[in-house]
């Protein structure tokens, strides 16, 4: 490893302790003269590991217990807690701190130290803030053995797991890198993990970003980081953007440690992983994070797992502000969006789609905070191909820079003219030029719509780890009602990382594109329309992520990805060899079920639980009952509310006096079914919302981009 290579090979001087408040290392690598500061509950081993680290390294270690604070109160420090209190305490320590220096030393901070802000803040600025994240019963353990009997802070009846959650929030506040310990963890792992963590904080080009269809990055290209990915959308080159490196893995260790966690934890834990602090320091992801999934989630779960019947569970993905999967990336999506915009130009996220994709933007987008006066959305969606609420959704909101427009004619129509729209240099640059606005893009293909949706499937395996169905380590499978491929990827990325799902399986509906070419291994959709179904969100011919799998699933060969991508549209067809479909195979399976077998399974489903499903998920159950071996247990996404689909609800339980007025067919559904409950959203949405007027144009690209530019204008370059 580079840095840590660099860092050993230094020469390093200390000052003597007796006679100074400043610790000095001279020495050049690429943390130049940062300390490496270990934060951590009492109990967390940071001293222990600060040795173990300082020796690796050959740097200087600085106890701030034993050689600050005792050394400045010619005391123990029990002793001062036990005269003075713990308030003034904490007090005393802060002004300690603030006249501490430290250069190039490896710091192992006291529990209490993140408590005072104003010391805190002098620290920070010298180094890496190292968070040892050790379970709470290991501490709690340690702390017996040492025969500590209080804690700074810690009130008569206080516990000390008390004072844990209450310290929490600080430690969260001050990382700059969390190192997540398993339980039980020996010294030597920690202080291994803390050598890594460490070394990436000092490389941002360790997580840069590659286009699918790269071949190679010439040396003199500057490197393209998570930010760039989230604003840029797609690559130069029409490919789309996928981490150089691949995703991290997480141990066995930090798995369970996240078995008891909640979703929002789960996920800034997770995402800190794969986003480097340069782009998103991670007390600010956490605080998105928290945003994000709170109180606009009817669930405090955000996606439960619950049971269906025999070996398969439901992970409801539709408690959402929209009712639809999409809501757990674009309430993040937006967030992290903002946070990465660059100075002075405006942005207009352009949107293509299939129904659920374009409220869930509009809604995530609509409650901007910072950045939204520079940001404005537009949503093409197919006027036919969308079912009344999921239009309703769309066009009723008026909210800031946000306009939904209809196209005639289908999904794939939509998609192919945004990204053709971002690959026209002619027009890219008269917008920035023009009128100093950019494109970007909240579609799939945007690396921070995806991402998140990792977090929904490792959380699914969790909670079956939780709830005692599966041991960590034994497998599972995940079937994904699957329109655009994204919702797929996501679970073989999860896959990556560690999660132990066995297959993916990808369900279509009768527009089974997806199906026949895992089945053959020849992509063809050469004179085939694409057809309406009850399932609208996966009536797609052209799945845009399904060049990410396949950039995977062929070890990233860049070179192969655009021959078979980037001639995709010209010849309509190609075909991957024997070896790569293999390989393919091992990791996704496919299937497809008709209309009446999905009406069919909604119907059965109901009659023998009680459970609605949506037409999407009942796709899901229908191909997961054909192919899944049942020897392990699977999951299926429910990835939208049945409210949003009544029409096909009451064919399928063959209801024949549907009442008219939209929110009494929610109302009857709700009567109907045992679970899910009515979704609060969709019911707000109708009764609130009227038909509202909303654009529609043709089939003609020349018209879409005067909707972008008449978007532009009536956004950002209004007259005031």
């Not at 502000?321 to 674009?330: G, H, I, Q, Y």
């Not at 999904?411 to 003219?417: H, N």
């Amino acid at each position: 490893m580079a840095l840590l290579n660099a860092l050993r090979a230094v020469r390093r001087y200390l000052s003597p302790l007796s006679t100074s408040k400043s610790w000095l290392s001279t020495k050049g690598s690429l943390l130049g003269d940062k300390n490496i500061l270990l934060m951590g509950a009492p109990g967390a081993g940071k001293t222990t590991v600060g040795r173990i680290v300082a020796r690796r390294l050959g740097l200087p270690i600085i106890d701030v217990d034993d050689d600050v604070l005792e050394a400045a109160w010619k005391m123990p420090v029990a002793a001062k807690l036990a005269a003075v209190g713990g308030e003034r305490f904490l007090e005393e320590e802060g002004q300690a701190l603030c006249g501490f220096s430290a250069s190039g030393c490896v710091v192992s901070l006291t529990g209490s130290n993140p408590l005072h802000a104003a010391a805190m803040r002098r620290l920070k600025d010298s180094g890496v803030v190292v968070y040892l994240d050790v379970d709470g019963e290991d501490i709690v353990r340690r702390l017996a053995g040492m025969k500590v009997n209080r804690i700074v802070g810690q009130e008569a009846g206080a516990s000390v797991r008390d004072i844990l959650r209450r310290r929490k929030p600080f430690y969260e506040k001050w990382l700059d890198v969390r190192v997540l310990c398993g339980r039980g963890a020996a010294a030597e792992e920690v202080a291994e993990k803390v050598l890594e963590a460490v070394e990436r904080h000092g490389d941002r080009a360790a997580d840069a970003f590659v286009s699918t269809r790269s071949a190679g990055e010439a040396p003199a290209r500057p490197k393209t980081h998570f930010s760039d990915a989230v604003v840029e959308g797609l690559a130069a080159d029409g490919g789309l953007y996928v981490p150089k490196r691949g995703f991290p893995s997480v141990d066995a260790g930090e798995w369970l440690r996240l078995v008891d966690m909640s979703y929002p934890e789960r996920a800034s834990v997770l995402l800190e992983k794969c986003i480097h602090p340069s782009d998103v320091p991670a007390s600010d992801l956490r605080a998105m994070v928290f945003e994000a999934y709170g109180s606009n989630f009817s669930s405090e779960a955000v996606a439960p797992v619950k049971h269906l019947e025999r070996n398969q569970y439901v992970q409801e993905l539709f408690h959402g502000p929209t009712a639809s999967f999409k809501d757990l990336a674009l309430q993040l999506m937006p967030r992290l969006f903002a946070h990465c915009l660059p100075p002075m130009c405006n942005f207009l996220v352009l949107v293509a789609t299939s129904g659920d994709t374009g409220s869930a933007a509009l809604h995530g987008f609509g409650g901007l905070g910072a950045g939204a006066d520079r940001t404005g959305v537009l949503v093409f969606f197919p006027e036919e191909g969308v079912s009344e609420t999921q239009k309703l959704q769309m066009t009723g909101r008026r909210e800031g820079n946000a306009r939904a427009v209809g196209v005639r004619s289908d999904f794939d129509f939509c998609q192919r003219s945004v990204k053709r729209m971002f690959g026209a240099s002619g027009l890219t640059g008269h917008l920035a030029a023009e009128h100093g606005t950019v494109l970007s893009t909240a579609n799939s293909i945007n690396w921070a719509r995806l991402l998140p949706q990792v977090v929904y499937h490792s959380s699914a395996y969790l909670d079956l780890c939780r709830d005692g169905v599966v041991a960590f380590g034994e497998p599972v499978d995940v079937c994904v009602p699957s329109g655009n491929f994204g919702n797929a990827v996501s679970a073989v990325y999860a896959k990556q990382m560690g999660v132990p799902i066995r297959r993916v399986i990808c369900a279509s509906n009768r527009n089974r594109v997806l199906a026949d070419f895992f089945a053959t291994g020849e992509y063809d959709v050469r004179g085939r329309p694409l057809t309406p179904s009850r399932s609208p969100a996966i009536d797609i011919l052209k799945p845009s992520n399904l060049e990410r799998f396949v950039h995977h699933a062929s070890g990233g060969d860049g070179r192969l990805v655009a021959e078979l991508f980037a001639g995709l549209d010209a010849r309509q067809h190609f075909r991957v060899a024997e070896p790569l479909l293999r390989r393919m195979r091992r990791e996704v399976l496919a299937g497809w079920c008709s209309e009446g077998d999905c009406l069919a399974a909604v119907r059965s489903v109901h009659a023998r639980t009680g459970y609605l499903m949506d037409p999407h998920t009942a796709v899901a159950k229908v191909v997961a009952d054909r192919l899944q071996d049942g020897s392990c247990p699977v999951v299926l996404c429910a990835t939208a509310h049945y409210g949003k689909f009544a029409p096909a609800a009451f064919e399928a339980l063959g209801i024949l006096d549907v009442p008219e007025d939209p929110v009494e067919q929610l109302r009857r559904l709700g009567s109907a079914a045992s679970a899910p409950a009515p979704h609060g959203g969709v019911m707000k949405c109708l009764e609130e919302g009227g038909r509202a007027g909303h654009a529609v144009c043709r089939a003609d690209y020349a018209l879409l981009v005067g909707e972008v530019e008449r978007m532009i204008q009536d956004s950002f370059l209004k007259v005031m």
